[in-house]
């Protein structure tokens, strides 16, 4: 293993190149795993079916979002109030935009208003310990929903609604060991300074891991860094080593940043990317050709998933272990389903709506 550490407009990044272990990859297993990612994703309940009208008929919970004007994290936080309402409970949507102190606001208006349960959606929870610390000796339920992976849960007393982000990781390794036949020199830029990032990394190492003609650089990026520094190093990274073949950006939000390094470096007929989440404006890019594949998640379906999880948390029931949001590849051939221009939470079907209706003795 090799590192190296360069300085770009005093911002430190380390690129670290590594040669995975002698080992044989199983393309058939590769391929068997993303194609079962690129069937239309079926509902399978999280848990056993409970009367939720009548366990939240006097509950109240709000949701302190990351961002509510970042797409995602902002979407998610208005559906799952609607989803309540339509159930028949209070969910309030507490206004910020990227803000610490405003998620810190946040909490403690949901304790000084005698809330059942505060999620901070999405928020790095490490920097809101303290808030937490109080919310729970008030009694107030706080949860850090989608904030990170099955194996880097959020500490206590933070209660968690995962998400596989491990398995994104895998899925956009195995996709270039595949798209190479396993010949994949990877550029993995990821954002430490997000709490999720350590899943997303785990599951690209894991599968590098197994190729032995594969090669990876990781590259970091902090998410403050993005707009100002994210295209200049991708394309020092992509000039420095004009064998790469992937990037494998960790969240899409860098697409944009990284689509332009890659053609100002002329490098579109040889570098390919994948990434992960779905958003529209990243799916016109994968129906422009302009990156291969996204794997995406419905924002719908995430939110209704974290609604089943809360309210089983409020009402006093097992609590969810694995929400089950399915992962769905869209590349060349099915992102034209995302509609045209693309749409939030469109080309994944719909059969969680019935699911989540039958779950909750809806109907």
């Known amino acids: 293993m090799t590192k190296l550490l360069v300085g770009v407009a005093g911002a430190a990044l380390w690129f670290s190149a590594s040669i995975a272990p002698a080992g044989a990859v199983d393309l058939e297993a590769i391929r068997a795993s993303i194609a079962e990612h690129q069937k239309l994703p079926a509902f399978t309940p999280p848990g056993e079916p409970f009367d939720a009208k009548s366990c ?66 999405m928020s790095d929870p490490r920097v809101l310990l303290p808030q937490a610390t109080q919310a729970d000796q008030a009694g107030l339920k706080i949860v850090a929903a989608h904030a990170s992976g099955f194996d880097t849960p959020a500490p206590a007393p933070f209660q968690n609604v995962h998400i596989d982000y491990t398995q994104a990781g895998r899925l956009m390794a195995q996709w270039a060991i595949l798209k190479t036949e396993g010949k994949a020199n990877v550029l993995a830029i990821v954002a430490e300074d997000s709490f999720s990032a350590n899943s997303l990394q785990n599951g690209i190492k894991e599968v590098m891991e197994t190729c032995e003609d594969c090669k990876v650089q990781y590259l970091n990026v902090p998410v403050t860094d993005w707009a100002t520094r994210m295209q200049s190093t991708v394309q020092s990274a992509l000039l420095r080593d004009p064998s790469i073949n992937y990037i494998l950006p960790i969240y899409d939000g860098m697409a944009q940043f990284v689509v332009p390094a890659v053609e100002l470096t002329q490098s579109s007929e040889r570098v390919k990317i994948a990434t992960f989440n779905g958003s529209p404006y990243v799916l016109q890019l994968v129906q422009q050709g302009k990156v291969e594949m996204d794997i995406g998640e419905s924002i719908d379906w995430v939110a209704h998933a974290i609604v089943d999880a809360e309210m089983r948390m409020v009402c006093g029931l097992p609590s969810i272990q694995d929400p089950k949001v399915p992962l769905y590849i869209f590349d060349a051939s099915n992102a034209a389903s995302a509609g045209t221009p693309p749409q939030i939470s469109t080309g994944y079907g719909d059969a969680y709506v019935a699911g989540y209706r039958k779950l909750w003795g809806l109907q």
């Open 56 to 121: 939240m008929a006097d509950k109240k919970l709000m949701v302190v979002p990351f961002s509510s004007a970042v797409e995602f994290t902002g979407g998610v936080a208005t559906r799952m109030t609607e989803i309540a309402k339509e159930i028949g409970f209070q969910y309030d949507h507490y206004q910020t935009q990227g803000q610490p102190s405003q998620w810190i606001q946040g909490i403690n208006q949901a304790i000084t208003q005698g809330y059942s349960l505060v999620d901070v959606l």
